[in-house]
């Protein structure tokens, strides 16, 4: 391998480690990231660590203080609820366009999502404390919302879903437990049938209806209790960056 091909295959994954280890929460708002200690966390150079910070710069994960190095970027409810109503407009759209467009192919894929969604959301609930039944719950159930909207034939559309859902994770994570409890009393394996039994019915406004009211189903409960404790501030992220940093090689 070259030297070129090997740098850009370290500040890759750099970039991925960094970014999940953000929207999984591991790092939190506002905390700095201090290059001199995640160069050993991460194994990596200076250099391939600044590129990887300068890229999640653009994915609004990170931002960077003049001369005084990066932070994670911060949160709050105003910016969750805006998250959400943006979420709502594209998604609408993208899921109108893919009944519109979408093959065989297309729906047999939709059906393939939905049905190891199911599998784990049933797996998730009998063992919610479970981390790696989490991860796979969470990876499924990126991956079914990203096939309902992959027959959409505007590249830029589905870009802008995927960023905002991974933005979505990361609420999500950070305040998982009042996830958990805006979710008490609701089915999602129910929401999810019904918006998978209307995109095969080709009914693209019901499917909009129904995934707007899957999305925004608890996000007010979210948001008033992002109020009420307060977001990850600078005191917060003071903290944090006391906390032990890890030594050697990190992985996923």
Known sequence: MTGNARD???????????????IRGRLTPHEKLRVEHLKH??????GTLREALTMLMADRL?????QRGFRVRSISPQELLDL?????????????QAVECG???WEAGVVTAFHLLGKTTTAFANDPENPEVLELWEERHRAFHLALISASPSEWLR???SMAYQQYERYRHLFLEVARSASRGR????????IVDAVLARDGDLAATLVEQHISASIDEWAQYFEKVGMVGPDQAAAAEDKPRRKGRRTS
């Open 8 to 22: 850009g295959t370290l500040i890759a994954r750099t970039y991925n480690e960094l970014k999940n280890d953000i």
């Open 84 to 96: 959400n109503r943006i979420r709502v407009l594209l998604e609408k759209e993208a899921i109108r």
């Open 187 to 194: 089915d999602p394996h129910a929401e999810h049938t019904a």
């Open 159 to 161: 870009y802008f879903l």
């Open 62 to 66: 990170v931002v960077a203080e003049g």
């Open 41 to 46: 966390d991460y194994d990596v150079s200076s």
């Open 103 to 105: 093959d065989e192919d």
